[in-house]
């Protein structure tokens, strides 16, 4: 049995986030990162598969929620 293996493109975006960690008052700084890939799997709520240009737009709607939560230190979340 053959295994064919399918890369598909990636639509990647990075966002810095600094804020004060609401539990212990100190600065803190976070990288966020967003993947989505183009694919005939990701798909619309009607069921057609997505454009690169709705999965760049999905992309940075997560990125803007993400990055709109509070920012902690890995400490002081736990």
Do not use: Q, W
């Given at each position: 049995?053959?295994t064919?293996?399918?890369t598909?493109e ?15 008052q ?13 694919n ?10 997505r454009?690169?240009?709705?999965v760049?737009?999905?992309v940075?709607?997560?990125?803007s ?12 979340k736990?």
């Open positions: 049995m053959r064919v293996t399918v598909f990636e639509v990647r975006r990075r966002r810095t986030v600094s804020g004060v960690c609401p539990a212990c100190k600065r803190v700084t976070r990288t966020i990162t967003v993947t989505h890939t183009v005939p799997f990701n798909r619309r709520a009607d069921g057609r598969p454009t690169r240009a709705e760049v737009e999905a940075g709607s997560e990125l929620r993400r990055a709109a939560l509070p920012v902690y230190h890995a400490r002081c736990a």
